[in-house]
């Protein structure tokens, strides 16, 4: 059974930073792209990070510079660290895998920035 499980959520004030963890299981680690994205209410689900297989990366401008994506093989694990949070940035993150059969959620954690 594929899992993806997020954690590291909580408040912090503007300026900032979070690291979000995705452990993963059920899923062969090393051949897969993995995404994260966030949503606020009312709104959709919107891309902030992406890693491919290889390592590569990719960001919208809306956080480009400020979080980086990264992935540990030996603990089948995608981290999104978050550096200089805004109160824009606050939002439910999910980690993501994409597939061609169904894309698989995680369950979500809440970052909330004051400012």
């Known amino acids: 059974q594929v899992r993806l499980v997020e954690s590291g959520g909580g408040v912090v004030q503007a300026g900032e930073s979070l690291r979000l963890s995705c452990k993963t299981s059920g899923i062969n680690f090393r051949i897969v792209t993995m995404r994260w994205y966030r949503q606020t209410t009312g709104n959709q689900r919107e891309l902030v990070a992406q890693?491919?297989?290889?390592?590569?990366?990719a960001y919208p401008d809306s956080v480009k510079g400020r979080f980086s994506v990264s992935r540990d093989y030996s603990r089948n694990t995608v981290y999104l660290q978050m550096n200089g949070l805004q109160p824009e940035d606050t939002a439910v993150y999910y980690c993501?895998?994409?597939?061609?059969?169904?894309?698989?959620w995680g369950q979500g954690t809440q970052v909330t920035v004051s400012s």
């Open positions: 993501n895998l994409p597939r061609d059969a169904g894309d698989i």
């Open positions: 890693i491919t297989s290889a390592g590569s990366t």
